[in-house]
């Protein structure tokens, strides 16, 4: 079984779990993918996530990396509203996180809001229900 057979199972349709989450990180009410870039670079990370939106290759992200652009209040709180542990929040996150931009930037750049692929069906086809 692939490490994103196992995420689904974890996933909850896209609505809860790692796909929940992730809706939540890169949904419009947390500024998306702007206001995550804003976080990383913060954070000292730009250019991690500038490579995820490039159309090159996707770099991966440790949990330490993730625990430093979102802070362990915000990850708490991701995985209380989601129904996991924190470690396997994070472990769902370093994986799937990368992917995720990458899907949503197809062209190499975040594109205008209301443009570009739609996150619930790009989680659909990620987590295998779309």
Known sequence: MGLLDQLSGMAGGGGGGIGGALQDLLGGSQGGLDGLL???NQAGLGDLMSQW???GPNPGISAGQL???LGSG????????????LDQ??????????QTVDGMTP?????????GPNLT??????????
């Open 74 to 85: 915000q990850l708490q709180d991701l995985a209380a509203r989601f129904g996991l542990p």
């Open 67 to 69: 625990q430093q652009v």
């Open 53 to 55: 939106i490039s159309t």
């Open 107 to 115: 062209s190499g750049a975040i594109p205008a809001a209301g443009s």
């Open 121 to 130: 069906d790009l989680l659909g086809g990620l987590f295998g229900k779309g």
């Open 38 to 40: 804003a976080k990383f």
């Open 89 to 98: 929040l994070l472990g769902g996150l370093t994986q799937a996180l990368p």
